[in-house]
Nanobody, 121 residues
């Protein structure tokens, strides 16, 4: 059974940084992985998707967020810099999609429980 456990969320002021972690089952990081977020009253949206050799970022986070992997630790990271209040949301790690860079949440088979990010102005 695939397990994904997010951590690292919290409250930060605008302009600050956070690093989210997604501890994954062994071997899962060789698949398509994604970071998604969902703010209250809004649909879940793709933040970034990564497959070995390529990573796609949503326009809203490009240049500010970076996906990192530590294969030895089976952990996926989302480094978030220059945070804005509109980045506030529950952030989810997702794994395995046959349409990786389409970035639709419905395509991903496995999900973590989420970690909350709150950015104050």
């Amino acid at each position: 059974q695939v397990q994904l456990v997010e951590s690292g969320g919290g409250s930060v002021q605008a302009g600050g940084s956070l690093r989210l972690s997604c501890a994954a089952s062994t071997g899962i990081l060789s698949n398509c992985m994604g970071w998604f977020r969902q703010a209250p009253g809004k649909e879940r949206e793709g933040v970034a998707q990564t497959y070995p050799g390529n990573t796609y970022y949503a326009d809203s986070v490009k240049g500010r967020f970076t996906v990192l992997k530590d294969l030895a630790k089976n952990t996926l990271y989302l480094q978030m810099n220059s945070l804005k209040p509109e980045d506030s949301a529950m952030y989810y790690c997702a794994a395995v999609s046959d349409r990786c860079f389409v970035g639709k949440s419905a395509d991903f088979r496995h999900w973590g429980q989420g970690t909350q990010v709150t950015v104050s102005s």
